[in-house]
């Protein structure tokens, strides 16, 4: 455990489907502590309960009062508005409204802010990780679902609400074969996110001719059930080199550079740096084929493109980030 350094203690907080995870940090991104729990979900309020009674527990811990925390951020999956603190039918958690920001400020008596997981993420990289002192800077993830935070000139984009650059929704097939899980076809994240690629291997292995596919690995490691497949045994079967299973993870490679091309096209960036569960667990197989591929796709001149060194952390990175910038 770290020494907390006199200049000043943060709190970031990110938010998922599934965890909270809370961070006590300085400003200069040491971590101090950190503690996860499951999201309480029991209603609307609990989420905001439980991330104020992490802070007081975290405060107490290391002996001083919760005052002196300059702020509290919290970078979360949306949709959101932003200014308001708020989610707004947020995915995987079930209700309508989720008000983050203004109970946190109730009940602990400091200031909060709240930002969309991506965007925090590129402040994150942009304060504390490979995009330091860059102007022109994206972060990409892909895991469970696709986004991008980008920052332009400086500049964070954020769009009205806090929801922009929802890049998972670029359109990357025309022909639109797989539906997104946002009910519409051809998404980027409808094929190639954590959540996706297995409808993907499905799709493939169907338009495969059957004496072909028989021979993977895929098929043996789900026992002959389709509906088990994980996209981890589609990585797994392709690093064991089931050429089927490469086959897919380049076509899945050469989808991602289409849409690393339209984040290039749309934001001319000097660096990229990717981060996300599918991407962090296989880096090689993730970006071997983008960085291979995505030429083809942009007219701009190609950027750096980097595993992000925040790792899984980017998350945290970013919410103390955002704090940093907006509550200072
Ligand atoms: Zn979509």
Not at 226 to 251: C, I, P, T, W, Y
Not at 252 to 275: E, K, M, Q
Request: net charge positive; aromatic share 6%; hydrophobic share 40%.
């Amino acid at each position: 455990m770290k020494n907390l350094s006199k200049a000043g203690h943060w709190i970031g907080v990110d938010l998922g489907g599934t965890w909270v995870r809370v961070v006590l940090s300085d400003e200069k991104g040491n971590f101090v502590e950190r503690i996860g729990e499951k999201v309480d979900k029991s209603n609307a309020e609990a989420i905001s309960k439980q991330i104020a009674r992490i802070v007081r527990f975290l405060c107490s811990k290391h002996d001083f009062q919760v005052k002196a925390v300059k702020g509290v951020g919290i970078a979360a999956t949306g949709p959101l508005i932003q200014v308001e603190g708020v989610l707004i039918k947020p995915t995987n958690i079930p209700f309508d409204l989720v008000p983050l920001t203004k109970p946190v400020i109730e009940e602990l008596g400091i200031s909060a802010c709240l930002i969309n997981d991506c965007a925090g993420a590129a402040l994150g990289e942009n304060m504390f990780g490979a995009a330091r002192g860059l102007e022109n800077f994206v972060f990409i993830t892909i895991g469970t679902g696709i986004g991008c935070g980008a920052i332009v000139n400086g500049t964070v984009l954020l769009g009205k609400d806090g929801n922009g650059h929802e890049v998972g929704h670029f359109v990357i097939d025309a022909g639109g074969k797989l539906i997104c899980g946002c009910g519409k076809p051809g998404h980027w994240e409808g094929y190639c996110s954590g959540r996706n690629i297995p409808n993907y291997v499905r799709m493939r292995i169907k338009e495969t001719p059957q004496e072909a596919v028989k021979q993977s690995l895929l098929l043996k490691r789900v026992g002959g059930d389709l509906s088990k497949l994980a996209a981890a045994d589609l990585f797994a079967s392709a690093k064991e080199r089931d050429s089927f299973s490469l086959k897919l993870v380049n076509e899945l490679g050469v989808l991602n550079a289409i849409g690393f091309a339209n984040v290039i096209s749309a934001y001319d960036p000097s660096l990229i740096t990717v981060g996300g569960t599918v991407t962090l667990k296989n880096k090689r197989m993730i970006l071997s084929p983008i960085r291979k591929h995505v030429g083809e796709y942009t007219v701009n001149r190609v950027p750096r493109i980097v595993i992000t060194p925040l790792g899984d952390d980017v998350g945290l990175y970013g919410a103390v980030a955002t704090a940093i910038k907006y509550l200072s």
